[in-house]
């Protein structure tokens, strides 16, 4: 039995090619839901064609803080030390709890494969930026994951080159299972409803821990969005805990008070993706939207110093180090960092699954 542990939006847009083609293949697999984000995740199930969660481990508000986090993770790990039997179901030998990426979700479902005896599998296994404080946690959270897991799907040779000092078997899926995600998206936006603006924009998506949590650093990302907007309308897609942070440090109201930057909520993937299709530029800070902004070829500014990720450095993405130099170039100069999209040879998903039925049989 496969079991497949989710518990945020961008894990379930990139393990939903494994679950969609798991249904087309008619083979089953428990689906078990943490809990840590449950909005728009419906919508992302009806997106993608995904059977709801056979089992809800948290059915609470969404998990966004650190303290809030801890005590999450340790009322779902005794849980599973009492209730492992219903979480888990068939008690195969050979069972593999699949985990992706790099939030609490996936340290929290490697830890319950691990108490319920099963062997654990990583998804988007390899990454790494080599600074244990960025991304903070999430590079800790890595680590962690390497160090209990038994398969690893890496998303390219250079992931599964940092994996030498583990043991356990390391399969190279050459890119993620976000193309295949991907791929789907742009053959459904034309039913997306989501309003395009008329005009040149750039595309803004912030979210990350080390960004929205001190006023410091968001204030330097708020006057840099200012700047930028004298050159270029912004489209500003505010993440729930983004915007909370943007009201509680009162920042919100720099942005409303701007004519050419519009806010607008969170949208499911679909119409984000009809929204990155068409902007002229990307503004992020995630490493799953500078993986999607490579296969598309479009430019992109990183706000970060540092990243996990290869994909599109020194071609369509530019790491800010929140210079305003850096970032004033990249505006003035977007253009030359145009690229045509990656074409897919060899679906990520489909490497994976070949894989899981070799290990389970």
Same mark, same amino acid.
């Given at each position: 039995?496969?079991?497949?542990?989710?518990?945020? @939006?961008?894990?379930?847009? #990139?393990?939903?090619?494994?679950?969609?083609?798991?249904?087309?293949?008619? $083979?089953?697999?428990?689906?078990?839901?943490?809990?840590?984000?449950?909005?728009?995740?419906? =919508?992302?199930?009806?997106?993608?064609?995904?059977?709801?969660?056979?089992?809800?481990?948290?059915?609470?508000?969404?998990?966004?803080?650190?303290?809030?986090?801890?005590?999450?993770?340790?009322?779902?790990? /005794?849980?599973?030390?009492?209730?492992?039997?219903? %979480? /888990?179901?068939?008690?195969?030998?050979?069972? %593999?709890?699949?985990?992706?990426?790099?939030?609490?979700?996936?340290?929290?479902?490697?830890?319950?494969?691990?108490?319920?005896?099963?062997? $654990?599998?990583?998804?988007?296994?390899?990454?790494?930026?080599?600074?244990?404080?960025?991304?903070?946690?999430?590079?800790?959270?890595?680590?962690?994951? *390497?160090?209990?897991?038994?398969?690893?799907?890496?998303?390219?040779?250079?992931?599964?080159?940092? +994996?030498?000092?583990?043991?356990? $078997?390391?399969?190279?899926?050459?890119?993620?299972?976000l193309l295949d995600a991907?791929?789907?998206?742009?053959?459904?936006?034309?039913?997306?409803?989501?309003?395009?603006?008329?005009?040149?924009?750039?595309?803004?998506?912030?979210?990350?821990?080390?960004?929205?949590?001190?006023? #410091?650093?968001?204030?330097?990302?708020?006057?840099?969005?200012? =700047?930028?907007?004298?050159? $270029?309308?912004?489209?500003?897609?505010?993440?729930?805990?983004?915007?909370?942070?943007?009201?509680?440090?009162?920042?919100?109201?720099?942005?409303?008070?701007?004519?050419?930057?519009?806010?607008?909520?969170?949208?499911?993937?679909?119409? /984000?993706?009809?929204?990155?299709?068409?902007?002229?530029?990307?503004?992020?800070?995630?490493?799953?939207?500078?993986?999607?902004?490579?296969?598309?070829? @479009?430019?992109?500014?990183?706000?970060?110093?540092a990243t996990e990720r290869?994909?599109?450095?020194?071609?369509?993405?530019?790491?800010?180090?929140?210079?305003?130099?850096? %970032?004033?170039?990249?505006?003035?100069?977007?253009?030359?960092? =145009?690229?045509?999209?990656?074409? +897919?040879?060899?679906?990520?998903?489909?490497?994976? %699954?070949?894989? +899981?039925?070799? *290990?389970?049989?």
């Open positions: 039995m496969i079991h497949i542990v989710v518990g945020t @939006k961008a894990q379930l847009i #990139k393990v939903a090619p494994i679950m969609a083609a798991l249904q087309d293949q008619q $083979v089953a697999y428990n689906f078990i839901f943490t809990g840590q984000h449950r909005e728009t995740i419906g =919508e992302l199930r009806k997106n993608f064609g995904v059977k709801a969660p056979d089992i809800v481990l948290y059915d609470g508000r969404d998990i966004t803080g650190i303290i809030q986090m801890f005590f999450w993770m340790l009322r779902i790990l /005794f849980k599973t030390i009492f209730q492992r039997q219903k %979480i /888990f179901r068939k008690q195969g030998k050979n069972d %593999i709890v699949l985990v992706h990426g790099d939030t609490f979700s996936t340290l929290l479902g490697a830890l319950m494969g691990k108490i319920a005896g099963k062997n $654990v599998g990583h998804v988007e296994s390899g990454l790494r930026s080599f600074n244990l404080l960025h991304p903070f946690p999430e590079e800790i959270t890595r680590i962690l994951t *390497f160090n209990i897991s038994d398969y690893y799907f890496c998303p390219g040779l250079w992931a599964l080159q940092n +994996l030498q000092q583990y043991k356990g $078997v390391k399969i190279n899926t050459g890119y993620n299972t991907l791929e789907l998206a742009k053959k459904k936006t034309g039913l997306c409803t989501v309003e395009v603006p008329d005009g040149p924009f750039a595309l803004v998506s912030l979210h990350r821990f080390e960004n929205i949590f001190s006023k #410091k650093k968001f204030r330097i990302i708020i006057d840099c969005l200012l =700047e930028i907007s004298q050159h $270029v309308h912004i489209l500003f897609i505010l993440h729930p805990p983004t915007e909370v942070k943007l009201k509680s440090f009162n920042f919100y109201s720099l942005l409303e008070a701007n004519q050419n930057i519009s806010l607008r909520p969170r949208y499911d993937y679909f119409n /984000f993706i009809k929204l990155l299709l068409h902007c002229e530029f990307l503004i992020t800070d995630g490493g799953s939207n500078q993986e999607e902004a490579y296969y598309l070829g @479009k430019p992109t500014l990183l706000l970060r110093s290869r994909e599109g450095l020194n071609s369509n993405v530019v790491i800010s180090n929140y210079d305003q130099q850096i %970032i004033n170039n990249f505006v003035a100069h977007y253009k030359q960092y =145009e690229n045509p999209p990656v074409q +897919l040879e060899n679906s990520p998903t489909e490497i994976i %699954i070949s894989s +899981l039925s070799q *290990f389970i049989d």
